[in-house]
């Protein structure tokens, strides 16, 4: 049974998507605490929303473990962070292992972490941020190693409902073109647009879909 106030965390929550997806599960009655590996942005973001911090640098598991361990876990996993590199994945530069660490490791260690909670309370939500450059269906358009990971993550989100509590849903999806940091300033959709659908899955109703790819609060292409 959902709880009344849902707890949940938000990796790269100081800007971007990541703050308006916190900023909507506050709106809708969650206790958000915002993950940022930059501190004092994090701190800042977190005062002017009104919700917790939690240093959380997805290459240093340490401070994710710390993260989780001192708040029990959460009912509600939003796995926002992610970086994009441009390398060739043949360059000496490739950022392929930071990309993978970030976007596919870090994530499945957040929901290892989190089981011992949703055992215990019988109800999760897993909501893990992907692109249609990870779509196969799209080509794995996305440059360097991005779009590569993004396919593990969403590989990953289909396969892990057969491991996870009853009660307990994971899906992936995509914002679209987003004007972020990351998405640039010609991006056609807001923050605010690019987090409804995330929001969505993170309070689904207890017949609500899981293992899926979304866009747009609509099924897309793996």
Partial sequence: ???????????????????????????????????????????????????????????????????????????ILINNAGLLGHASLMSKDSDFDA???????????????????????????????SSGWGSHAEGLSGPGAY??????LNALTHALPRDLPQGVKINACDPGWVATRMGGPGAPLTVEEGADTPVWLALLPDDGPTGSFFRKRQPAAW
């Avoid at 009655?29 to 993950?35: A, Q």
């Avoid at 973001?45 to 710390?66: E, G, T, V, W």
């Avoid at 972490?113 to 055992?119: C, F, G, S, T, V």
Wanted: aromatic share 6%; net charge positive; hydrophobic share 45%.
């Fill in 147 to 152: 779009g590569v990971a993004k396919a593990a």
């Fill in 99 to 129: 990309a993978m660490e970030v976007m596919v490791n870090a994530p499945l260690d957040l929901i290892r972490l989190n089981m011992p909670h949703w055992r215990k309370t019988g109800w999760g939500r897993i909501v893990n941020l």
């Fill in 1 to 75: 049974m959902r709880p009344l106030h849902p707890t949940a965390l938000v990796t790269g929550g100081n800007r971007g998507i990541g703050r308006a997806i916190a900023a909507g599960l506050i709106a809708r009655g969650c206790t958000v605490t915002l993950g940022a590996r930059n501190a004092t942005e994090g701190r800042e973001a977190a005062q002017a929303l009104n919700c917790r911090f939690a240093r959380i640098d997805l290459r240093d598991p340490d401070s994710y473990f710390d993260a989780v361990t001192a708040q029990g876990g959460f009912d």
